[in-house]
C-alpha cells in the first residue's frame, strides 16, 4: 500500500541554523500539507500546496517557514532560522483531493 | 474559532470491554469528519471519513458514527493491540482544506 514517507526520522540542530524536512507524498495525490505536533499537543495545520504554489497557512507559518516542490516526488519543508519552540514533530501529509489525508511517520526536530 | 473537543482525556479498558470515544465540534459548515489512530513517535494513521450526519462506517471492532454536533468512535471488544491515541479532525467550508484536530483520546487495553 503506498505510503508518505519522511526524512529523517530525526533531526538535532543547534538554535539558529536552518533545517529542510523531506518528504515523499503518495505518487498519484495532488494537495501536500505540513503539520505539527509540539509534545504533548494537538497536530497543528501549518501549510496547504497544490499546483505548485501555497493554497493556505498558518498563522504559525511565518516568514522563516517555507516549502517547495523541487521535483515531481520530493516536497520540502525550511525553517531558515530554527528556534527554541520549534522543536516539534513534523508531519507531511498528502490528498488526491481535498478531502482525506495520509499522513507520513512525522520527524522529530529538536532544537538546541 | 472552529473548536473541536474529545472525551474522555484518556480511557482504561479490559480486553473485551466495549466503550466509546466522543469527538464534538463546531464549525460554521462541516465539510468532513476524520478519525485516525497515532501510535506513540508516529504519524497519525487514517481511519474513518464521515461526511453527513446519520453517516456510519465500520472496520473491525471500530465503528464512527455522525450527527450535526457530534461523532463516536466505538469500539467493540477492544484488544490490547488497540491501544493507541484517536484523534479526531474536521474540516470546515469555510476554511479551505486544513484540518483541526483534537486533543485525541489515549486509549489503554489491558489483557
Known amino acids: 500500500e503506498p505510503e508518505v514517507t519522511q526524512t529523517p526520522s530525526h533531526q538535532v540542530t543547534q538554535m539558529g541554523q536552518e533545517v529542510i524536512l523531506r518528504c515523499v507524498p503518495i505518487?498519484?495525490?495532488?494537495?501536500f500539507y505540513w503539520y505539527r505536533q509540539i509534545l504533548g499537543q494537538k497536530v497543528e495545520f501549518l501549510v496547504s500546496?497544490?499546483?505548485?504554489?501555497?493554497?493556505?497557512k498558518s498563522e504559525i507559518f511565518d516568514d522563516q517557514f517555507s516549502v517547495e516542490r523541487p521535483d515531481g516526488s520530493n516536497f520540502t519543508l525550511k525553517i531558515r532560522s530554527t528556534k527554541l519552540e520549534d522543536s516539534a514533530m513534523y508531519f507531511c501529509?498528502?490528498?488526491?483531493?481535498?478531502?482525506?489525508?495520509?499522513f507520513g511517520p512525522g520527524t522529530r526536530l529538536t532544537v538546541l | 474559532e472552529d473548536q473541536v473537543t474529545q472525551s474522555p482525556e484518556a480511557l482504561r479498558l479490559q480486553e473485551g470491554e466495549s466503550s466509546s470515544l466522543n469527538c464534538s465540534y463546531t464549525v460554521s459548515g462541516l465539510r468532513g469528519l476524520f478519525w485516525y489512530r497515532q501510535d506513540p513517535g508516529k504519524g497519525p494513521e487514517f481511519l474513518f471519513t464521515l461526511y453527513s450526519a446519520g453517516e456510519e462506517k465500520e472496520k473491525e471492532r471500530l465503528k464512527a458514527t455522525l450527527t450535526k454536533k457530534e461523532s463516536f468512535l466505538h469500539i467493540t471488544a477492544p484488544k490490547p493491540e488497540d491501544s493507541a491515541t484517536y484523534l479526531c479532525a474536521v474540516q470546515a467550508r469555510d476554511t479551505g482544506n486544513q484540518f483541526y484536530f483534537g486533543t485525541g483520546t489515549s486509549l489503554t487495553v489491558i489483557p
Open positions: 500546496f497544490y499546483n505548485n504554489e501555497i493554497s493556505e
Open positions: 505518487s498519484n495525490h495532488l494537495y
Open positions: 501529509a498528502s490528498s488526491v483531493e481535498t478531502d482525506t489525508q495520509y
